[in-house]
């Protein structure tokens, strides 16, 4: 008995219906195909071949195609969201599973939309990319961290390089000053990134973009509009985020330096030699050419401005002994302005304090962060009352006498003494004698 097979191709069943026309029966035909006489009544019944189909059952989300690839895409790919607002408003409680077979058309979607990057090529003089980026190089034999800051003008990818040891406001702002002196001229606008030290708030979703107030003041002063690219999309800031990769695969790999002045120095001569005089592989021309013929003259005048880090202007509180605290150090004010708010102007070296439009005191600028106190005489006058002072210099001497013995910290208890007791040795320095 020959073995019976199924009868899977249009060619089969096509010589079922041949056989049948020249008057074979149907089981000389299934004898001839090897297969059953059922068979053969069953595709000479229906007229020729037909493809197997699945049968058609009625899924729980037919009919919601649409409003899961709007929430899905709205989502930005979280399934599970989906699944969750699918339950509260359609009432359609299924697995989270479900939801992911459903919505997987619409991944790839996301996926391409994610990767499509579209060149925005700024005009001369529109556009200055900033930001850093770190690395480890080697200096007098050991291994350093170093921040580079990186900055590239938009339309002739000039670049400018500075390192520094650290990723600071001051960094920032530092980097950018010499970059507008470098170029001879200020761009339009600057874009950064979403570093803390100048970006207070960022959130696109809700059109809210909050500067640090000092970058604020700094954009002011040299005029132009601070940019900052969208929250993880470093590539709206692509022609930087290039320039730090070739700095640090170009300058750096591979080199040692006997001293920090030595990297800094070959920093400035490799962009001078090196980073000005390649061919740009977008451009097609030299970043130096392209910016002598048409940025430099695009660029706004720096119209012989001092430098922003040399003077800037402070909002304080005069405390309570009369002092106002800047860059770590103190600076006395007249004892009438105690919790008064004054403006205090910051100078290469000099300290200015303002209440009313006028000066009320002038100092000597201190190292930052040197934690040093500048008190003009007369400040302190009536801050202290003749009582309270025999109580501080008996405190001091009862300190004084325990030192040698159990090293005894007195603090004198008013409201009026909150400073530290050498502090107040100085103010009352005539009574203790």
Not at 54 to 65: F, I, M, N, S
Not at 278 to 284: M, Q, Y
Request: aromatic share 8%; charged share 30%; proline share 4%.
């Amino acid at each position: 008995m020959a073995l019976e097979t199924a009868v899977q191709t249009p060619q089969d069943v096509e010589a079922m219906r041949r056989l049948a026309a020249v008057g074979w029966g149907r089981r000389r035909i299934a004898r001839e195909l090897g297969c059953s006489p059922e068979t053969v009544r069953k595709y000479l019944r229906q007229g020729g071949w037909q493809p197997y189909g699945k049968p058609c059952r009625h899924a729980v989300l037919d009919g919601q195609r649409e409003w899961l690839r709007q929430r899905f895409l709205a989502h930005r790919g979280n399934a599970d969201v989906v699944r969750q607002e699918l339950a509260s408003e359609k009432g359609i409680k299924v697995s989270l599973r479900t939801v992911e077979r459903a919505v997987e058309p619409w991944r790839q979607e996301l996926r391409n939309a994610a990767l499509a990057t579209v060149r925005f090529e700024t005009p001369p003089g529109r556009q200055l990319q900033a930001d850093f980026g770190q690395c480890m190089v080697s200096i007098a034999g050991e291994r350093v961290r170093v921040h580079l800051a990186v900055l590239t003008l938009g339309y002739s990818r000039r670049l400018l390089v500075r390192a520094f040891r650290s990723e600071k406001q001051e960094h920032w702002l530092a980097a950018l000053e010499e970059g507008f002196r470098h170029w001879g001229g200020v761009p339009k606008e600057v874009l950064v990134d979403n570093a803390r030290a100048l970006v207070s708030q960022h959130d696109p979703e809700r059109n809210i973009l909050v500067f640090a107030e000092r970058l604020e003041g700094f954009a002011r002063y040299w005029g132009f509009k601070p940019r900052a690219c969208r929250p993880y999309r470093a590539r709206t800031k692509g022609k930087d985020e290039r320039g730090v990769a070739y700095v640090k695969r170009n300058a750096i790999a591979g080199r040692e330096f006997s001293s920090w002045a030595e990297f800094e120095a070959h920093l400035v001569r490799w962009s001078r030699e090196v980073a000005d005089l390649r061919v740009h592989g977008t451009t097609g021309e030299e970043p130096l050419q392209r910016f002598l013929r048409e940025e430099a003259q695009a660029l706004q005048p720096l119209e012989a401005k001092p430098s922003f880090l040399a003077e800037r202007e402070l909002v304080r509180i005069v405390h309570s002994d009369c002092c106002v605290e800047v860059e770590a150090n103190w600076y006395s004010a007249p004892q009438a302005l105690i919790r008064a708010r004054v403006s205090v102007m910051v100078r290469d070296q000099q300290v200015l304090i303002r209440h009313g439009g006028r000066i009320v005191a002038e100092h000597r600028r201190q190292r930052p962060g040197s934690r040093s106190r500048q008190v003009i005489d007369g400040h302190w006058v009536g801050l202290v009352p003749q009582r309270q002072r025999r109580e501080a210099v008996r405190s001091l001497q009862d300190a004084s006498a325990s030192r040698d013995g159990e090293r005894e910290r007195r603090t004198v208890r008013s409201s009026e003494l909150a400073r530290p007791l050498a502090v107040y040795a100085e103010l009352i320095g005539e009574v203790a004698a």
